[in-house]
């Protein structure tokens, strides 16, 4: 039997054991008796404790290999006992997994509590008001975070209106930029325009900016820009300065409410008819828009609906108007005119 020589360990257990059984093949391995002119089968012995010999074929070992085993001074395992401690390490590896995996868990429920407690104490000590001035909070079971975020694409309650603003004219990104990239700097440019023109701003007012309407590359004109606000009181200061908001580069900037899809469109009607009254030469301050009506020097001109402006009869056309609030001019409206929101209904999309 030629055994492994360089384990002294190996060889005695081989000469201490004249028959000696392949932990394999369960057959004996034959020595070497030199008088008798028998060579013995080529033997190596497994290092764990619980194997034990083996021939060198039933251990899958070639000859060369098993020549530089038998020089080497690194302990042997066969095929079967790597294999059974492979299986003990992979065991181990997903004990491992399993209990960082619980870890981030733990780890993003406190994110996702702390997120809640700041969204809860930040708009608050940003703008002091009432609890109808700040955006409602989701329940945390909608989200990991309870921050309402515009990328929801839900469609927006009337109470989440007054935290939005749609801004024409805000520069878009070339083609080819990232998503992310493109958000991060609309959210910039959203800030820094408002902060430059706005000067009662807080500096944290801009939540979230979403680009309306589908990417067109050939386009010059950049998409209208949903921004969501913090608080609806920087809405408030942003409208009544929105006739002083421009770019760096002294363009305009147009700022539209984010009104619900009828009042949209009511709105857009309302504007096609002045300005085809404007074109007809009706001098421009005597044509007031209050509500849904049109009105000519106070005589109710039309009424829009969702399907369109209708003209009032001659008849009812010294209708005095009974809508409650005062007749609010448009002049200071008349940037929508060249606005990109001719289309009355523009899809959310990015
Ligand atoms: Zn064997
Ligand atoms: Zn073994």
């Known amino acids: 039997m030629t055994a492994r020589n360089s384990n002294p360990k190996s060889n005695t257990k081989a000469k201490g054991n ?60 066969c095929p079967y006992c790597r294999l059974d401690f492979q299986a003990k390490e992979i065991t181990s590896l ?13 780890l993003s429920s406190l994110v996702s509590d702390l997120s809640q407690k700041l969204s809860s104490v930040f708009p608050t000590t940003r703008a002091p008001a009432h609890s109808s001035d700040q955006p409602p909070a989701r329940s945390s079971s909608d989200h990991p975070s309870a921050r309402p975020t515009v990328h929801d694409r839900t469609p927006f309650s009337d109470s989440q209106r007054k935290f939005n603003l749609v801004l024409h004219g805000i520069p878009e990104n070339p083609h080819g930029t990232s998503l992310r990239v493109r958000q991060r700097q609309d959210h910039d440019k959203v800030a820094s325009v408002l902060g430059d023109s706005v000067p009662s701003l807080s500096s944290v007012s801009v939540r979230d900016c979403l680009r309306l309407g589908k990417y067109d590359r050939h386009s010059t004109k950049p998409r209208s820009l949903l921004v969501k606000f913090n608080s609806s009181k920087d809405v408030q200061s942003i409208l009544s300065e929105r006739t002083n908001i421009h770019t760096s580069d002294g363009s305009p900037v147009y700022v539209k409410r984010d009104l619900p899809l009828k009042e949209r469109k009511i709105e857009s009607y309302l504007l096609k008819e002045r300005r085809s009254l404007l074109d007809k030469g009706t001098a421009r301050s005597s044509i007031k828009i209050r509500g849904s009506g049109l009105y000519i020097d106070t005589l109710l001109h039309g009424r829009a609906d969702i399907t369109g402006f209708t003209c009032q009869s001659a008849a009812h056309s010294d209708v005095t108007p009974t809508h409650p609030s005062t007749p609010v001019s448009l002049e200071t409206n008349t940037q929508f005119e060249n606005s990109p929101s001719s289309d009355p209904c523009p899809s959310i999309q990015d």
């Open 18 to 77: 004249p028959v000696c059984i392949c932990s394999i093949c369960e057959d004996p391995i034959a020595e070497q008796d030199e008088k008798r002119g028998i060579a013995g089968e080529e033997a190596i012995e497994c290092e764990n404790p619980s194997c034990g010999w083996m021939h060198r074929l039933c251990a899958g070992i070639s000859k060369s290999a098993f020549r530089s085993l038998s020089s080497s001074l690194d302990p042997f395992f």
């Open 94 to 106: 997903k004990e491992k997994i399993s209990d960082l995996s619980s870890t981030v868990s733990n």
